[in-house]
């Protein structure tokens, strides 16, 4: 119901918003040279992806009574879950409002940089010190176990930090960073519900029910664009749901499930970010220039270069991500060190085969 009711809030409001961004022309003009949309659109489409959530988030969380099964469970233990789940609620809605104005006020007039940042750092210390919400163990991956407090905290700082630019830096193509936040929130979702955690579960799929929703306005050719108020938004929730889904109790898993280390997993449904992320950091930082000075260089401008055009690119993108997430699943019966490698490996070839084709010639 919190998918259905977010994709319905988002399918229904958004045609009303894009007439009222044209009217206030709330648009981005295809003024720079590595835009590339030719022509006016409204940029403010995150606003609705946020009010979706919000709205589906708190209409369906759950009331705590019955266990997933439908059952009436332990008093003790479910006290104890829906605690948590209602801490949860409490800090990714404080975490999801503070980012939207973030985000609204740089789609509409502008943020600076370091004023952005400190925003993220303030965003950051409710989610991890005062939410709780951080990686204590690492399963065994590179020898490392349960993480020191202060090593913890600012792993998971580092963590979301990370992962909010990550999604931001990939909104660059029709359709993209919807599609690709879509496929990360359905398969933590569906992790998250087959391990008991219904509340989680349920921030999950609003997400996903939001991005399916925007993508019917957003896939080539766009009507509208999610802006850094959409992309921070996704980015904050799909760091909570990793951060999560690393230390979750997982006696709930089907069987098959229980084996893959949970870093691994995680690491698996957000790899496409982390990967044009770091390559395009790399790459900046060997010529000189800001790791943040926006260029022409991410995996998906080499695509469009190859000639696959936006569907093709977002395609295969997505296509992308399923692959190393299937991998992932792979690693369930190898060491967490091997599996990294094997994973970190692999996801970075599969992500560098654009770059071995010639670009096509201009007709």
Same mark, same amino acid.
């Given at each position: 119901m919190g998918f259905l009711t977010a994709f319905l809030v988002v399918l229904f409001t958004m045609p009303s918003l894009i007439k009222v961004a044209r009217m206030k022309h709330l648009v981005d003009e295809p003024s720079e040279e590595r835009k590339l949309h030719h022509r006016s659109i409204p940029t403010i489409g995150g606003i609705i992806i946020f009010a979706a959530i919000l709205f589906s988030y708190s209409?369906?969380?759950?009331?705590? %009574?019955?266990?997933?099964?439908?059952s009436i469970g332990d008093f003790k233990a479910l006290y104890l879950e829906m605690g948590a789940a209602y801490a949860d609620f409490k800090i990714v809605i404080a975490a999801m409002v503070l980012l939207f104005f973030? +985000?609204?006020?740089?789609?509409?007039?502008? @943020?600076?940089?370091?004023?952005?940042?400190?925003? !993220? @750092?303030?965003v950051a210390y409710i989610l991890v010190i005062m939410g709780d919400v951080r990686i204590r163990d690492m399963h065994g991956i590179l020898g490392l176990y349960e993480l020191p !407090?202060?090593?913890?905290?600012?792993f998971s700082f580092f963590t979301y930090i990370v992962l909010v630019n990550a999604f931001n830096l990939?909104?660059?193509v029709d359709g993209l960073a919807g599609g690709i936040g879509l496929i990360g929130a359905t398969t933590y979702g569906i992790w998250l519900y087959w391990a008991g955690d219904v509340a989680l579960a349920l921030l999950a799929f609003t997400l996903a029910g939001a991005l399916v929703g925007f993508l019917v306005f957003n896939f080539h050719p766009a009507r509208i664009f999610m802006g850094d108020s959409g992309s921070l938004i996704i980015g904050a929730i799909i760091s909570v749901l990793a951060m999560r889904v690393v230390d979750h109790d997982i006696n709930?898993?089907?069987?098959?499930?229980?084996?893959?280390? %949970?870093?691994? @997993?995680?690491?698996?449904?957000?790899?496409?970010?982390l990967v044009d992320t770091f390559r395009v950091f790399v790459v900046r930082a060997a010529r000189g220039v800001s790791p943040f000075h926006a260029d022409r260089n991410h995996i998906?401008?080499?695509?469009?270069?190859l +000639?696959? +055009?936006?569907?093709? %690119?977002?395609?295969a993108l997505y296509g992308y991500s399923v692959a190393v997430i299937l991998l992932g699943l792979l690693t369930r019966d190898v060491m967490p060190t091997k599996g990294l490698l094997l994973l970190g490996g692999s996801a970075f070839l599969l992500?560098?085969?654009?770059f071995a084709f010639r670009k096509r010639k201009a007709a």
């Open positions: 209409l369906w969380f759950p009331r705590g %009574t019955m266990g997933l099964d439908g973030i +985000g609204v006020k740089d789609d509409i007039i502008g @943020f600076s940089p370091v004023k952005k940042l400190v925003g !993220h @750092f303030v !407090h202060e090593v913890s905290i600012a990939i909104d660059g709930r898993l089907p069987g098959w499930l229980r084996t893959v280390p %949970t870093p691994l @997993f995680a690491m698996s449904v957000i790899a496409y970010p998906h401008h080499r695509l469009l270069a +000639g696959l +055009g936006h569907r093709g %690119t977002v395609l992500a560098m085969l654009p």
